[in-house]
Antibody
Framework: QVQLVESGGGVVQPGRSLRLSCAAS????????MHWVRQAPGKGLEWVAV????????YYAHSVEGRFTISRDNSKNILYLQMNSLRAEDTAVYYC???????????WGQGTRVTVSS | DVVMTQTPLSSPVTLGQSASISCRSS???????????LSWLQQRPGQPPRLLIY???DRFSGVPDRFSGSGAGTDFTLEISRVEAEDVGVYYCMQATHFPQSFGQGTKVEIK
């Protein structure tokens, strides 16, 4: 069965960096685009970034462009989100989600919590 | 960017009754390929989001037929018939027609 497991979250000071991972299993990872989405405490969902199935295209939300980098290792079935220059407003639970046919986001991970605080 | 607006933001429902959530987009969600990429997600308390409906009305695998989607263009609706206790949570509409994809604010469904 399809599984997405995020890791790498934690508490970090403003201005520091963190790298999130999303380990995929149960499907052909290299055939699917992948998204990162975040949810600030008590708030709704915010799209963060997307990467094409082969890594050829990457796009970011305006709020993270220039600070976050999405990447993937198809040989290891892992999606990454490198987060630099973190701000308090980046505090959120970060989810990875699979991008499937008909543009549906059909499977989501359980999320990893990132807290940016001094 | 496309703005998705949901109403109501809160919906108290009696068990066994129906609930209806509306979602309006700031521009048409009809893609140049003729499809409308409007999805509905459910987020139960303490859980990640879960796909319920895609392309306006197609139910995802394993989703009960109590959930149905309808609409066209800029106006869409999620109907939950015969509400059960497990349906409590926040429901989001989401568009994937235009880049960047965007979500509604969420509608909280709770039992009266």
């Amino acid at each position: 069965q399809v599984q997405l497991v995020e890791s790498g979250g934690g508490v970090v000071q403003p201005g520091r960096s963190l790298r999130l991972s999303c380990a995929a299993s149960g499907f052909t990872f290299s055939s699917h685009g992948m998204h990162w989405v975040r949810q600030a405490p008590g708030k709704g969902l915010e799209w963060v970034a997307v990467i094409w199935y082969d890594g050829s295209n990457k796009y970011y939300a305006h709020s993270v462009e220039g600070r976050f980098t999405i990447s993937r290792d198809n040989s290891k079935n892992i999606l990454y989100l490198q987060m630099n220059s973190l701000r308090a407003e980046d505090t959120a639970v970060y989810y990875c989600a699979r991008w499937a046919d008909n543009r549906k986001w059909d499977y989501w991970g359980q999320g990893t919590r990132v807290t940016v605080s001094s | 960017d496309v703005v998705m607006t949901q109403t109501p933001l809160s919906s108290p429902v009696t068990l066994g009754q129906s609930a209806s959530i509306s979602c309006r987009s700031s521009q048409s969600l009809v893609h140049s390929d003729g499809n409308t990429y409007l999805s509905w997600l459910q987020q139960r308390p303490g859980q990640p989001p879960r796909l319920l409906i895609y392309k306006i009305s197609d139910r995802f695998s394993g989703v009960p037929d109590r959930f149905s989607g309808s609409g066209a263009g800029t106006d869409f609706t999620l109907e939950i018939s015969r509400v059960e206790a497990e349906d409590v949570g926040v429901y989001y509409c989401m568009q994937a027609t235009h880049f960047p994809q965007s979500f509604g604010q969420g509608t909280k469904v709770e039992i009266k």
